[in-house]
């Protein structure tokens, strides 16, 4: 395993283990890194408008169309870090 797919992992283990739960805007952009780094660009149909959560989702994934997996990993990463030195 690469170092920064080790830290990725870590990422992700940490990030369940944060003592407050991130805001809402946060969880999307967490979401959409780890979705864009996993499977690369957002494919499928948007979510309809009554589906607000799903669609949010989508949206937010579809932003980071073009985004490298390393990118969207490291990018990750940063996040917990900065998620992790404010939870203490």
Do not use: C, H
Not at 61 to 66: D, M, Q, S, V
């Amino acid at each position: 395993m690469s170092d920064l797919a080790s830290l990725f992992q870590t990422a992700q283990d940490d990030v369940v283990k944060l003592n407050d739960a991130p805001d809402v805007a946060t969880k999307l952009k967490l979401y959409s890194l780890f979705k864009q780094a996993a499977e690369g660009d957002a494919t499928g149909d948007r979510p309809s408008a009554i589906q607000f959560v799903a669609r949010a989702k989508f949206d937010a994934w579809t932003e980071l169309k073009g985004m490298s997996g390393d990118e969207a990993k490291q990018k990750y990463i940063d996040l917990v870090v900065e998620l992790k030195a404010n939870d203490e």
